[in-house]
């Protein structure tokens, strides 16, 4: 299924990160923090400003972001867990 956000909006993907700590212990699944860098799979179209022109949007599909602890709203889209969430929640892109 074809996903495309409204507005201002992006699709994200977690990326996990590492199951050992530097010191080689591996972190059980249950003490495992939500990862904060994800890849943006899709974009919307940008806001509008008060003309009604686009602002365009600062991220584009297959950029690595780093976006806030409790940032977005969690779906599954065919049967994968995503995030929507504002280009505002974003905090960086990873270059």
Request: aromatic share 4%.
């Amino acid at each position: 299924m074809a996903f495309t956000p409204l507005h201002d909006r992006v699709l994200v993907r977690r990326v996990e990160g590492d199951e050992k700590t530097k010191g080689g212990l591996i972190i059980p699944d249950t003490a495992k923090e939500k990862p904060a860098e994800g890849e943006v799979i899709s974009v919307g179209a940008g806001a509008k400003d008060d003309d009604g022109d686009r602002i365009a949007m600062d991220v584009k599909a297959g950029d690595r972001i780093l976006f806030g602890k409790w940032s977005g709203t969690e779906v599954q889209i065919d049967g994968e867990d995503l995030l929507i969430m504002k280009e505002s929640d974003i905090l960086g892109i990873i270059a």
